[in-house]
């Protein structure tokens, strides 16, 4: 992740806002398929609300493409349910269920214009011509392409090609929009562009959005709630702030955002040890004393200001490399006291300014309590 678009993430992180008091507009129980030999999918259960934009977030191979093309029924599940506004669509043909999807690659029709792409499906539900013609001024509108309408897809940018593929998507006004990883062939500037006019355009239309990406920049910034999946199966569904503020596994806590992990032992109440390092955690109580554990935290949460005397978690590191990262620069402490752990810690610009932050010198650095998260499965 590039600096400028970290900084932009933590102002840009959605807090999911859906009522989950309803009823879900999509229920997906025990959902199971597989390729051969090969489980992609293992028992997904999950409840998406109306007007949600939910993520699929994992890395390659996990089964979020999957899992999209059975709730759209692309590619059907061979065990399991899914309900889709109370109706058991779990046998049902992609035609009986309304949705409209956007792929990675624009799959516009390329001997139609952008007027006839986005129009084709209302001339397939034979819709009149006039209505045809104002639905498709108006869908070009809402995605900023209201002069483009006589192109063809190749005399369009792949940017506005995406444009117009959710425009094709919008036409039926679906009650479900499904995005496969839409941005991904798109250069970074426009992809992030593109990403704000969607979520908006999605906030304005309320459309129920389920988008699959492996970019997890991009699930934090767009999503209400990202389900994070690995394996087959789902590790996570939580608002990006839960996800990326309290990982419930530690593949979770590894693949969204950086994390630092070492090994600890839990030696009292909200106490562990890290080699000669004791720590406070304020979140160890699960875990009795002698357990090992798994230390984790996030390089931006280690402090190097207003440290005192009282302050808890303090300890003296050696400043190893420093890499420049725009924005921030990211170091390698080494504990005084533990010189084979390597801490990764983020400064900002400013930061590295003010303190004159450089490689070889020994500082008092803190971990907050709060900021430690506590894993089972230490080695020690
Ligand atoms: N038609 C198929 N035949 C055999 N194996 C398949 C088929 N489709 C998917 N798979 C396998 O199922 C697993 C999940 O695939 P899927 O496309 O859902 O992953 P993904 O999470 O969307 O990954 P990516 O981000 O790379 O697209 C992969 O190991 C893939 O090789």
Do not use: W
Not at 60 to 85: E, H, V, Y
Not at 213 to 239: F, Y
Not at 334 to 350: G, K, L
Request: aromatic residues 6%.
């Amino acid at each position: 992740m590039t600096g400028r678009a970290r900084s932009q993430l933590r102002v840009q992180m959605k807090v999911g806002k859906m009522s989950t008091n309803t009823a879900p507009f999509i229920s997906i129980r025990k959902l199971a398929k597989s390729f051969g030999a090969f489980q992609a999918l293992r028992s997904i259960d999950l409840d998406i609300h109306r007007g949600e934009f939910v993520c699929f977030l994992g890395p390659s191979g996990c089964g979020k493409t999957t899992l999209l093309r059975a709730i759209a029924g692309l590619d059907p599940q061979d065990s399991g349910s899914i309900l889709m506004g109370g109706r058991d669509v779990s046998r049902a043909s992609p035609a009986e269920r309304d949705f409209g999807i956007v792929f990675q690659s624009y799959a516009l029709f390329p001997n139609l214009t952008v007027a006839d792409n986005v129009g084709y499906g209302l001339v397939n539900r034979r819709r009149p011509s006039a209505e045809i013609n104002r639905r498709v001024d108006e869908l070009l509108a809402l995605v900023g392409l209201p002069e483009q309408s006589k192109k063809y897809p190749i005399q369009l940018s792949g940017g506005q090609q995406q444009r117009v593929a959710l425009a094709r998507a919008l036409a039926t006004a679906p009650e479900l929009l499904l995005l496969d990883e839409p941005l991904s062939a798109l250069d970074a500037k426009v992809r992030i562009r593109l990403r704000d006019e969607m979520r908006s355009l999605q906030q304005r239309l309320g459309v129920t959005t389920i988008m699959v990406t492996h970019d997890q920049e991009e699930a934090l910034a767009m999503a209400d709630r990202i389900v994070v999946m690995s394996n087959g199966a789902v590790e996570q569904v939580g608002t990006p702030e839960e996800i990326y503020r309290h990982p419930g596994t530690p593949f979770v806590a590894d693949f969204v955002g950086h994390m630092t992990f070492l090994d600890a032992v839990v030696t009292g109440p909200g106490q562990v040890r890290v080699g000669e390092l004791d720590l406070l955690v304020a979140n160890a109580a699960p875990f009795s004393v002698g357990t090992p554990v798994r230390l984790a935290m996030r390089p931006e949460e280690v402090r190097t200001r207003s440290i005192t005397a009282e302050t808890p978690n303090r300890f003296d590191a050696t400043i190893g490399d420093l890499s420049f990262l725009g924005s921030y620069c990211r170091a390698h402490l080494e504990p005084t006291h533990s010189r084979s752990t390597r801490i990764a810690a983020d400064f900002s610009t400013n930061a590295m300014r003010d303190l004159g932050i450089q490689p070889g010198q020994v500082r008092t650095v803190a971990f907050p309590p709060e900021a430690l998260h506590v894993f089972a499965g230490g080695s020690r």
